[in-house]
């Protein structure tokens, strides 16, 4: 086993993670990299271009991990989906990559006081973040064709030869969009696979990778971290620490390790979601046209538009569809998600009693009013007119519940039924947000010079979701790895 000294410590190995390991290591520092999941090859059903195969993958979660979707209710609150990887998330998520839009960082610069993380200042980090992963694009399958097709009121034109439309790595995109998959010839590629073990051998510097390992606090002496303790009980050292074991492990972390851990978890964020179950045709084996795939399962296009509110904005609802996730029932979702949330959750963490993350999902009148308007109207367009061979049956629950029984619920009665069956989405953020002051709620600083270091701890920095001011409109990967890239920019120059 390496040595116990190291020049910085980094706990977890997702996209924070491994781009903070890379960089450090990059220009010459010995870096452990630090992570609770196994030291293993992904299982086959995670190799491919499936979005769902991380779902049924409990090896590479957190077993126990459960988080209420709206506040806490008396009832026991549903699992939740995190990454347990070396590569952590990206070892099971969707793979679709997206920088959001331009109105998520003017939110973060202007209502957040992140006043050097607004659009123009973060385009260069969103292009450095989407430049260091390959990208491959998904053919789209019958019932993504005909899903595309009604939602978008019968604009969609199929072309199968070249794909001209925007892609999801598109800042702004909205209307139809292509998917742009971190994948190559077919094949998942994570984080780690990407950053870590891709490295050139003239790097100058080191990356010890410790998987398998849980650490269970962050040394500090006084108000300086000095490495970190793991629940085997080795000490590893080091002058710099940086957390980014996830949107719920480093808010837990942090919690256990200082005693006065201010404004932890007092305000996490999340996307709502809904997803409809579509029976359509048989499942089709992969093939490959152009250098494209079209694996089952694959997520190979989005179609976002604007909700009806107050505060609408383009694109703010989205919708996809993961093909055959059932095959023998010729089962697909159509996923719908709200995009630019306002709502707010929170994340109990105190000490000596069970965590309790409530994710605050719907909880915002506008946010229902624009989440409802979304959902019907996919609904309405989904179970419009004759269905089709690739459209025979469009169910709202497990029950069998038929799509057009949206239509006669009243607002209140779509509302209670929204919350009581949330989609599979996975976006939690915020729980460490970023800001100028400690006293304004923040946990890190968002000065470009110091970017990520925890108020009042010298040398612990975080790197993951859990530092984002707001959601963006999409995946949190790319969004991450360039906050991320920005942070560690910031150690290097210190």
Same mark, same amino acid.
């Given at each position: ?11 977890g ?13 990059d220009a ?9 999941g196994?030291? %293993? ?7 491919g ?15 126990d ?27 099971i998520?969707s ?24 659009p123009d ?16 694009r ?25 794909l001209?439309?925007s ?12 998917a ?11 984080v ?19 998987a ?10 006084g108000?300086?971290a000095?490495? *970190?303790e ?5 000490v ?15 808010p ?38 152009g ?10 296009q989005i ?8 505060? %609408?904005?383009p ?12 095959? *023998?029932?010729a ?26 993350i ?21 609904a ?17 629950d ?29 976006h ?9 002051s ?8 968002s ?9 009042g ?7 993951d979701?859990?530092?984002?001011p ?13 906050v991320?890239?920005?942070i ?7």
């Amino acid at each position: 086993m390496a040595g116990t000294s190291y020049d910085t410590i980094v706990v977890g190995s997702g996209p924070g993670g491994c781009v903070v390991a890379r960089r450090l290591a990059d220009a010459g520092q010995n870096v452990a990299l630090v992570e609770a999941g196994p030291r %293993s090859d992904l299982p086959q059903n995670l190799r491919g271009l499936s979005a769902v195969g991380g779902h049924a993958s409990g090896a590479l979660t957190w077993p126990d991990l459960v988080a209420y979707y709206g506040r806490a209710l008396p009832i026991a609150a549903p699992r939740y989906q995190q990454g347990r990887a070396l590569g952590g998330s990206s070892a099971i998520n969707s793979m679709v990559l997206s920088p959001g839009d331009i109105d998520d960082y003017v939110e973060w610069q202007d209502r957040a006081g992140c006043v050097d993380w607004g659009p123009d200042a973060m385009r260069p980090w969103l292009d450095q973040a989407a430049s260091v992963l390959p990208i491959q694009r998904a053919i789209p399958g019958p019932v993504t064709e005909a899903v595309m097709s009604r939602v978008s009121e019968n604009q969609y034109q199929p072309d199968r030869d070249s794909l001209r439309r925007s892609s999801s790595l598109d800042l702004d995109a909205v209307g139809l969009v292509d998917a742009s998959l971190a994948a190559s010839d077919g094949t998942r590629c994570t984080v780690f696979e990407g950053l870590v073990i891709n490295r050139p051998d003239t790097a100058k510097g080191s990356i010890s990778v410790y998987a398998d390992t849980v650490v269970s606090r962050v040394k500090v002496r006084g108000t300086i971290a000095t490495g *970190v303790e793991t629940n085997q009980g080795l000490v590893l050292r080091a002058k710099t620490v940086v957390l980014a074991a996830g949107a719920i492990g480093t808010p837990k972390l942090l919690a256990r390790s200082v005693p006065e851990p201010h404004h932890v978890g007092k305000t996490i964020f999340d996307h709502p979601s809904f997803a409809f179950s579509v029976c359509g045709p048989d499942a089709t084996a992969s093939t490959s046209v152009g250098g494209l795939d079209s694996s089952p399962s694959a997520i190979s296009q989005i179609y976002r538009f604007a909700s009806d509110g107050d505060d %609408s904005r383009p694109g703010d609802i989205q919708v996809l569809v993961i093909e055959d996730v059932v095959p *023998v029932e010729a089962l697909s979702v159509v996923l719908v998600t709200l995009l630019s949330p306002n709502s707010k959750g929170r994340m109990d963490l105190s000490l000596g009693s069970d965590l309790k993350i409530e994710r605050g999902c719907l909880t915002s009148a506008s946010d229902r009013t624009r989440f409802r308007s979304g959902v019907r109207r996919v609904a309405a367009a989904l179970v419009a007119g004759d269905q089709s061979d690739s459209i025979r049956r469009v169910m709202i629950d497990d029950k069998g519940t038929s799509a057009t029984s949206i239509d006669g619920m009243s607002d209140d009665e779509l509302d209670r039924w929204l919350l009581a069956h949330p989609g599979p989405v996975a976006h939690l953020a915020g729980a460490c947000r970023m800001g100028p002051s400690l006293d304004g709620g923040a946990v890190v600083s968002s000065e470009p010079e110091v970017a990520g270091q925890v108020f009042g701890l010298s040398g612990l920095y975080i790197a993951d979701s859990s530092v984002l001011p707001g959601l963006t409109s999409g995946g949190l990967q790319i969004p991450v790895m360039a906050v991320s890239e920005r942070i560690v920019a910031g150690i290097l120059m210190s």
